[in-house]
């Protein structure tokens, strides 16, 4: 998978370099190409914003440089691929997009091409939306209802729920599976490893018993029990009308 993320603060993608997602890059899994918006500004000061049309507080990134920069990456995706049609997908942060989740991470990961533009300040001209979306595919794309200062952390965010499922990516594919907002839509069960005590505190015995249909039943009441307790709203249809601890008295 190809991942371009422009913004003007390159180095916030540094972090991607560590662990997993390093290791993708390095095996070729994931190629994640960083530019620098401000190289695209060609003035003394290398602007990139200006003051809203029609007044207003705060300011507005100016399409050219956007313009220049989204251009060259798509002049390099059809550079690159030949004859194929390399279709990338273009996402911006933006708390006014569709919500960031686990689906969209599974669909996004089957994209051959991403690319995340990082607004600041209060926004990209919208121009640029119109454009591109007019050439291609433009997603707006938001991590939750909270403000940030730009889509630097949300970009990161997407690109590690996305890129850890890209196959290869992570080395047991088994551990996606198991895990909360996978499979059922139940959040994950507790875990526990050595010591079997720890400032008094014990792992609980059946996780120690050895009989592994005994602990995988109480595996899947811990992850009901717990989407009950703190998320409610992801609960199957047919667990909701369930009393509580129910599963524990059996
Ligand atoms: Cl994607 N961007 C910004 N700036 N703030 C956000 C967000 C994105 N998602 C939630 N808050």
């Not at 811990?222 to 992801?234: A, S």
Request: glycine share 10%; charged share 30%.
């Amino acid at each position: 998978m190809r991942i371009d993320v422009v913004s003007i603060f390159p180095g916030y993608f540094d972090a991607l370099e560590l662990s997993l997602l390093g290791k993708a890059k390095d095996k070729g899994l994931i190629d994640l190409r960083v530019h620098d918006l401000r190289d695209h500004a060609h003035d003394k000061h290398r602007k990139v914003d200006d003051t809203p049309a029609g007044g207003g507080a705060g300011m507005v990134m100016k399409p050219e440089p956007w313009g220049e920069a989204l251009d060259g990456i798509l002049a390099s995706a059809a550079d690159e691929a030949p004859g194929a049609d390399p279709d990338p997908l273009i996402i911006f942060p933006s708390p006014a997009g569709d919500v960031f989740n686990q689906r969209m991470a599974r669909e996004l990961a089957h994209e051959s091409h991403l690319v995340f533009g990082c607004g600041r300040y209060e926004g990209i001209d919208h121009r640029v939306f119109d454009e591109y979306s007019a050439r291609g595919r433009v997603r707006l794309v938001s991590i939750g209802d909270y403000v940030l200062n730009g889509g630097e952390v949300a970009s990161i965010a997407m690109i590690e729920a996305i890129g850890r499922l890209v196959p290869g990516v992570v080395g047991n594919p088994l551990s996606l599976v198991e895990e909360s907002h996978e499979e059922d839509g139940l959040l994950e069960y507790p875990s526990y490893t050595k010591p079997a005590s720890w400032r008094d505190r014990e792992v609980p015995p059946v996780l120690l018993g050895g009989n592994h249909a005994h602990i995988e039943k109480w595996r899947h009441e811990q992850r009901i029990e717990r989407t009950r307790q703190v998320r409610p709203d992801l609960l199957p249809r047919e667990l909701r009308g369930e009393s509580r601890g129910r599963h524990a008295a059996d």
